[in-house]
DNA sequence: TATGAATGAGTATTCATTCAT
DNA sequence: CATGAATGAATACTCATTCAT
């Protein structure tokens, strides 16, 4: 068999490797993630996994980098034609509900404040020339906003980052309690931007 | 005589197991945390450990609950004679400057979402009757607020909360995020508050 | 306090405790006896027991012991009045009868050959100057059946022995085999008489 | 080739935890079993131990199982042209002799009423369809001597538990009592025969 | 008399990892 | 490529026992 073929098929397996960690990590919690358990929901064994990756935390760490990837390109892009606190109500308000669909993705994934994974996803503490994904958005939403004259003038980077931040935290919380209604989690949040939008404005 | 000495030597001793609990939690995340290396740390062996604490279980909860204790005591009490709003701000920033000098402390304890401690601290699902003491402050001084005029009519207990976990988020990210300096913390603590007086404002 | 008061009060513990080994025993079987559960279920801590028996194999024969004897007293004595084999068949099914109606005991006490405990309840291995309590009385209903000439002449030691381990026989499996129903018990006895006393017949 | 002798290989270690597990269980009792008891006698550590074996519990089950197996199959077949009552007689004789000569092994596997193996050797709760092979053959050949007029008529299946239980206490007790002399039990042995048969004769 | 503290030895079990094959 | 064997180091937990008080 040819060198690309198994080249090919090696890195296939690598994938699913990830793939077969992810779903232990979201079905059954992250500490049940052992290298036997992954290898064994394959249908192989342990040592498998060391020709893929070096130790048990690698594996790890992609994984969890990976989930949580997916996680973010689930966030529905927003259809065009919206005023900018429309484009900012919608976008946040399609991650959550779309978050809040499988929670236990964010408590795995995005709450885990694993190390290695934590300084990839920085929000708060980038440069403006290096901006996370996240944020990107917000701050071009803002800023439209000001020139258009809804929002009042302000610096747009730190706007955009308490902006993010104070919906990262409703969403948090949205998350950890798991006994908000589903009226009181729509109050919540439409509560959250008014107050946030007005707070904005110009 | 004997009896009391001996009943104080005893509750020393558990405060003592749960100190050194708190520090390894601290010191070495809550992975780090076993009926032997609490022991150990003490120079004793494991099996005392179960004189005092049912099982790790209750170790680990014990620990963690009085971790938080801890730091929620740490929020420096607001003098009198503030506006309502500067009321907010103050007690805020007073917490989170204490949160960020022992900032490990808040990872590893208002991180933890470890499930028994978990459910007493919810701050979104409480009923009114049974607020939770975080919360309890911020609907108090919002009422007072609105009384005033300062600001605006709205459903206070909803409010709060949104208040309350938009700093939330911001304490969270200024905790998990080591790299922003303190002119930009600064500068997003007051901007949050600025947003959010405003956004609730009459 | 008077010496002999005192001696009284310990002679009384002892026996408390044996009781409650007894009762440990009993109901959650033999392994459930630790020092510390027999001390706790009288509300006492473990080092109490050392005062009363040098080990815990000391307090575990002395239990066994004593549960063992009780479990025989209960066997029912029988009237007068009968005919030899009537007061052969008789005095077994009551025992039977009453045995059966604490199975468990009889599993943990008769059923555990607990070393020390054995050589106290030979039943074949005695001299004929020493025989069994349980014994004696098969031995002597024998001798009278033979007198009577209602058995044939034989050796009423040797006949007495097997009759006993014949019984002993079908009792043990009587009481470890829980899925045997009344009528069949019944049948199962009633024909092992029949089989025995027209064996032992003239 | 390499697969096939791996897997002797294997089915041959399994083998020998299982022979150790055994040999543990004669010489030092059942509750010196232990995962690593088992494993040091072999040389290895314990872990290995649950590569061939789920727990403790399945070794033990196991260990038990094939133990009381062996044994059993120590019975002496028995040979042609016999009476009946030779025949049980002869067959009974044999398979006690062969057990005293082994008598801890019985004291550990035939009285060690392990919940699991116990329901696999019932012989009173059978049905008719499911007789257990020790019993099956006393069956057959108290038939045959209802059939052959040497013994009365009776029912058979109940007549032949009754033989068996009453041979099993005999053979209990001579277990459990060392200090019968060959020539007392011979006696006992034939003295039980001889009223037992006698009991079933026409 | 009775206790609390403390321990050492032991239990079953899990896991990451290595290595020869 | 993949495995089975094997291990060392953990883990939580239990228990009998001792000793000072």
Request: aromatic share 8%; charged share 25%.
């Amino acid at each position: 068999m040819s060198n690309a073929r198994q080249r090919r098929h090696s890195e296939e397996l690598r994938g699913r490797i990830l793939e077969n960690a992810q779903e232990i990590i979201l079905e059954e919690g992250i500490e049940a993630l052992s290298v036997r358990s992954v290898a064994g929901k394959m249908g192989y064994t342990a040592p498998i996994i060391y020709h893929y990756f070096r130790d048990k935390n690698e594996l790890l760490s992609c994984a969890i980098r990976e989930g949580y990837r997916k996680i973010l390109a689930c966030a529905a892009p927003v259809e065009a034609g919206l005023t900018p606190d429309q484009e900012l109500r919608v976008s946040f308000k399609n991650f959550i509900d779309a978050a809040l669909q499988v929670p236990h993705a964010y408590k795995s994934f995005i709450l885990n404040f694993h190390s290695e994974l934590l300084a990839e996803n920085f929000v708060l503490s980038r440069s403006e020339s290096d901006e996370s994904q996240t944020l990107a958005k917000v701050i071009s939403t803002l800023t439209a906003g000001v020139e258009a004259g809804v929002f009042a003038p302000c610096d747009v980077q730190l706007t955009a980052k308490i902006f993010w931040s104070s919906m990262f935290g409703l969403f948090v919380r949205l998350i950890v309690e798991p006994h908000v209604s589903q009226d009181e989690r729509e109050a919540l949040i439409e509560r959250q931007f008014e107050v946030l939008i007005k707070g904005i404005s110009a």
